[in-house]
């Protein structure tokens, strides 16, 4: 399993009328935390697209536990349970700054060649280094 984690505070413009984090945001928060999850394994989206890898999402699940409110400094831990093949899944779970879990999530993103727009397994380079992840 690889786990990361990242902190992220809750802006005024990421929030409801009532001062809660807006629903549809927390989406924005799994994909910061798995971006950053790659950046932590010496991967960046960006060399992904620059090799022509594209990583749409296919699923996601969200559930609402607690709410966060604005200017609350929150953690976001990622996780990676299963090793990939043409599909990568990735968990959340996010806890306010008194560490109560406010949020589990999951998506499921696929890859796919961009100019031909067709999926593609999980490019070599990448499967090196979440093998060796997990090993660790």
Known sequence: MIVG??????RYSD?????????????????????ELFRS??????TLENEGVGMPVINMNSKFI?????????SVKTYIKEKPSSVITFEYEIFN???VLANIGKT???????????????PKKLEEIIIKSFEK
């Open 5 to 10: 984690k990242i902190e992220l505070r809750v």
């Open 15 to 35: 929030t409801d009328k009532m001062g809660y984090l807006y629903y549809g945001r927390y989406a924005n928060f799994y994909e910061v935390a798995r971006v």
């Open 41 to 46: 394994l010496g991967f960046s989206y960006r």
């Open 66 to 74: 607690h709410p966060l409110k604005y200017d609350e400094l929150v």
């Open 97 to 99: 700054e008194n560490k």
């Open 108 to 122: 499921e993103l696929t890859f796919i060649n961009l100019k031909k727009n067709k999926v593609v397994r999980l």
